[in-house]
């Protein structure tokens, strides 16, 4: 049993953290979340507390007994805070509590979009200076599970996109679909970085070609797109956590402490 949150693991990035969430919803039957923030420099008092409240930091087989007792089973997913320099993190620290009830005391959503259409489950990334909501988590077409590109950020990467093919800016161009080809491909985000794919090739054929079907020939950007994954992301079998220090949140508060 886990209950030092100096012990509390860390995730080796966004895409860990979003596949974990993933995992927890699909397949562990986890249905109600909250979002969170703390002072990062109170990261680790903050834990501790949430814990004291909602035992987030048991382990594996203390989660079972607490189902088997049709008690609310928590887990506490933290932001890769990590990843970023120990020296210079944000101010705050975003934390994803999924809980399989809801949780005494706190608003908690379910996360089935049926129950509250304009409250779907958001992930937040750390843009322009500040914590956004950037993922939702729906299901797609099929009726599965996955992560979707926030619907204003989406709309953005396209207007980018699309307005630097307009203006011929091929440097800037390739510079951006090279970032999108970084986000964490699930098939939601997949799908959509595929259609920005689609309109830049039919305003590309359409500008410059006189042929809307966006025949190729050799633009710019071609090989960043050809560099993208051929396929979505599968969270089976991906590894979540980091091999090299900071692998815990202790290592990474002394990391922080000496760096100060």
């Known amino acids: 049993m886990t209950r030092d949150p100096a012990d509390y693991p860390l995730l080796r990035g966004q895409t860990a953290l979003l596949a974990q969430a993933l995992r927890l919803v699909s397949r562990d039957g986890y249905r109600y979340w909250q979002v969170q923030t703390a002072p990062t420099d109170r990261i680790l008092a903050a834990v501790r507390r949430i814990d004291e409240l909602h035992a987030v930091l048991l382990d594996r087989a203390a989660r079972a007994v607490r189902r088997r007792a049709r008690l609310p089973v928590a887990q506490l997913l933290l932001a890769p805070v990590s990843v970023m320099p120990p020296e210079n993190p944000p101010p705050t620290w975003p934390m994803l509590i999924v809980a399989t009830a809801p949780l005494p005391g706190e608003e908690m959503r379910r996360v089935d979009l049926s129950a509250n259409p304009r409250a779907p ?92 079907s966006g025949q190729w020939k050799a633009p710019p950007w071609r090989k960043v797109v050809e560099e993208w994954p051929k396929a979505p992301l599968s ?26």
């Open 235 to 260: 969270p089976v079998g991906m590894r979540l956590y980091p091999e090299e220090p900071p692998r815990t949140l202790g290592e990474w508060w002394e990391m922080h402490r000496r760096s100060s």
């Open 121 to 212: 489950l958001y992930w937040v990334a750390w843009r322009e200076g500040e914590w956004k909501p950037t993922y939702v988590l729906k299901r797609d077409q099929r009726g599965r599970w996955t992560w979707f590109l926030e619907p204003s950020f989406h709309r953005a990467l396209l207007e980018e996109a699309l307005a630097y093919a307009a203006e011929g800016d091929w440097r800037r161009l390739v510079l951006h679909m090279r970032t999108l080809g970084h986000l964490p491909m699930f098939s939601g985000v997949w799908s959509q970085i595929q259609e920005i794919r689609k309109r830049v090739q039919q305003y590309w054929g359409d500008r410059h070609l006189r042929d809307p």
